[in-house]
């Protein structure tokens, strides 16, 4: 690509964060490079400070104007309202419609780190391998954000830890590129290839 995009390391230094997680995989020696992880800014839903009642009376009438909308669920998971998308659920809305932003309410969900929601539209049967616009998966988006909750509910309802998207990145190496040990972790734990071709090649900027 013409510019590397910030927050993003290099080849070398993906390859120090997965020595760093997987310690009993032996490479050829190197100089020691550490690699300083570099803070994000994520897309999280703001802390919410409605009391209770009234943020279920609320969900209550969210419910009742969703009513037949295919864009009330994914909308509800960007939100993190877990209780609006589990009666939207319920109720049948569509688990595969796409919001402006090309994403299933799956997506929207991982995006934002809602793990519970993440784990019950995967038990609803929501596509857990549909893909966001440049071809990721719901698990190469929160493993890039560095939701691990969300990359934790997505590998127990089955999400392929090997999945690539148009550029031929995995999850892992999203995480990695990211700087997020605690995901990479995951991902090994869950079986990715820590030898895929994008983690190996040579002066990647993305």
């Known amino acids: 690509r013409a510019a590397a995009e910030q927050g ?5 230094e993906k390859l120090s964060l997965l020595d760093a997680a997987t310690p009993e995989i032996q490479r050829e020696p190197t100089a020691p490079a550490p690699v300083a992880l570099r803070p994000r800014s994520r897309p999280r839903a703001a802390p919410s400070s409605v ?3 009234q943020r279920e009376a609320e969900s209550a009438a969210w419910l009742a104007r969703a009513e037949g909308s295919e864009d009330s669920l994914a909308e509800a998971a960007r939100r993190g309202e877990a209780g609006v998308a589990r009666g939207l659920i319920a109720r049948g809305t569509p688990l ?3 919001d402006d932003a ?5 997506l929207a969900a991982a995006r934002y780190g809602h793990a519970e929601i993440v784990a019950d539209l995967a038990a609803a049967h929501a596509n857990v391998e549909a893909r ?12 890039a954000e560095g939701h691990e909750a969300a990359v934790r509910a997505l590998l127990e309802h089955g999400a ?3 999945a690539t998207d148009t550029e031929q990145r995995t999850p892992l190496a ?3 590129s990211h700087g997020s040990v605690e995901t990479v972790r995951l991902l090994i734990g869950a079986g990715a290839r820590v ?3 994008c983690l190996l090649r040579t002066g990647e900027t993305r």
């Open 132 to 143: 966001a616009r440049g071809g990721r998966s719901a698990l190469a988006i929160a493993a």
């Open 8 to 12: 993003h390391v290099g080849a070398r």
């Open 160 to 162: 392929d830890a090997n």
């Open 174 to 176: 999203w995480a990695a």
């Open 102 to 106: 090309g994403d299933t309410p799956l």
């Open 195 to 197: 030898d895929a071709p």
């Open 96 to 98: 595969e419609s796409r």
């Open 51 to 53: 009391p209770a009642a």
